[in-house]
């Protein structure tokens, strides 16, 4: 499972070159446009990192204006974090590596497999990772829920423009930090 692992890493970051991110990065930024704002420690939990990396990740995609930060109105000592519209446009850009490495996988595995093989990706990391508002051994009363950012938070793109897809766009699995084709009229 690990050498699967790494070649699919490998396969991802050399179809989504063209995009100018990593892998890692590009994911945190598909999970960011169809989860919304959020703070750090949901796009943690999310994305299956400790906060340290997720900080790591997100650094040179705060430089190169692809999220932005704000305080949470809710709670002052929070962050939130959001996709800009340039991140969602960095997004688009990376889509047709994304949709020939899914290709290539489909190929080597045909449709039936992939699909299979990512269902049961899916079951493996719904029995292991939290995802937000989920108790969790940090939070066991299970308060990581929280309210939406508010529409005029400074720097991330509108939910109009996140919301954006069209069916067969990568919508993140955010557990995995992989991505998967669903249409847009289904939930996340």
Do not use: N
């Not at 299956?48 to 692809?66: K, S």
């Not at 299979?116 to 719904?126: C, F, I, M, V």
């Amino acid at each position: 499972m690990r050498r699967a692992s790494r070649y699919l890493s490998r396969l991802y970051e050399e179809q989504i070159e063209a995009s100018g991110l990593k892998s890692t990065q590009y994911a945190l930024l598909i999970a960011l446009r169809d989860f919304g704002p959020c703070s750090f420690g949901e796009a943690a939990q999310m994305l299956t990192m400790d906060r340290a990396t997720l900080g790591h990740t997100l650094r040179p995609l705060e430089r190169q204006g692809l999220v932005a930060t704000s305080i949470d109105p809710q709670d002052r000592r929070s962050k939130r974090v959001g996709v800009t519209p340039a991140g969602a446009a960095r997004i688009e850009r990376g889509y047709p590596g994304w949709e020939a490495a899914q290709e290539k996988i489909e190929l080597a595995l045909g449709k039936e497999d992939a699909a299979t093989l990512r269902h049961l990706l899916d079951r493996l990391l719904a029995h292991t990772t939290p995802r937000p508002g989920d108790p969790s051994d940090d939070d066991p009363a299970g308060e990581l829920v929280s309210t939406p950012a508010p529409e005029e938070s400074p720097g991330f793109a509108s939910k109009d423009h996140l919301s954006a897809r069209r069916p067969g766009r990568p919508v993140a699995d955010a557990r995995t930090a992989t991505t998967s084709t669903k249409p847009s009229t289904s939930s996340p």
